[in-house]
């Protein structure tokens, strides 16, 4: 998704990887497991809102810089 990249954080990065992992492709912040919570989530593609933090705005990169 424009505008957006991956979290820096790769420790972090991993444990959210091996979450999904875990849950067969599926968003690990959610409970359900449904075709929406398919990574990347239906609420990221459409509202841009990645509540797991593995996707972040490059606006937040460029201010910790």
């Not at 998704?1 to 959210?16: A, F, H, P, Q, T």
């Not at 849950?23 to 509540?51: A, Q, W, Y």
């Amino acid at each position: 998704m424009r505008g957006y990249r991956l979290n820096e954080d790769l420790e972090y990065v991993s444990k959210i990887i091996e979450g999904i992992n875990k849950k067969d492709g599926h968003c690990p912040c959610r409970v359900n497991v449904e075709d929406s919570t398919l990574c990347p989530c239906d609420e990221f593609v459409e509202e841009g809102i990645c509540k797991c933090n593995l996707f972040i705005k490059d606006d937040e990169v460029r201010e910790k810089n």
